[in-house]
């Protein structure tokens, strides 16, 4: 039996079509504690960024999540954060303060005062750093994930 992996930067997926279900049984179980070490990766690098967690741990903090399941059509395995703002966290991302539908106006009565708040008190673009946490630790367990599925596969 041949079984085929494709590892691209975002994701690992083994396609298992047509295989025993012993070798998806096997995959899922092989998967289980590389997703658990993953997720405990992740929280920990998020950890990192954060210098006081108290007792509560945050929205963000709180929100990792993983799992493993199993069905006919394949076996996934996954980690994620629900939290709305995770993204930006795990990608960086830019604030700026002047946002204005394009159907609204902004007007200045007094002469120059327009020129004055773009000049002085709009914040232009300011780039934030990204404090990713899921991406590396995907990163550091795919070679992992990969052995798993060969020998789920091999034990065909």
Do not use: C
């Not at 997720?39 to 929100?63: I, Q, T």
């Not at 703002?85 to 539908?101: C, Q, R, V």
């Not at 404090?131 to 992992?144: L, Q």
């Amino acid at each position: 039996m041949s079984v085929e992996f494709e590892v691209d930067d975002k994701s690992a997926f083994a396609r298992l079509e047509g295989v025993p279900q012993r070798v998806r049984e096997r995959f899922a179980e092989l998967l289980k504690p590389i997703e658990a070490a993953m997720l405990a990766d992740a929280r920990e690098r998020a950890l990192a960024h954060f210098h006081s967690v108290g007792k509560k741990p945050g929205l963000y903090l709180g929100a990792f999540a993983g799992g493993v399941s199993e069905k006919p059509s394949g076996v996934v395995g996954w980690v994620r954060n629900a939290n709305p703002l995770a993204h930006l966290l795990e990608y960086g991302f830019t604030i700026s303060d002047l946002m204005i539908a394009a159907s609204g106006v902004m007007a200045f009565e007094a002469e120059g005062v327009g020129e004055l708040y773009r000049r002085e008190v709009h914040r232009h673009a300011t780039p934030v750093q990204a404090y990713p946490a899921i991406g590396p630790a995907f990163d550091a367990h795919k070679a992992d994930v990969r052995a798993a599925a060969e020998q789920a596969a091999a034990g065909a």
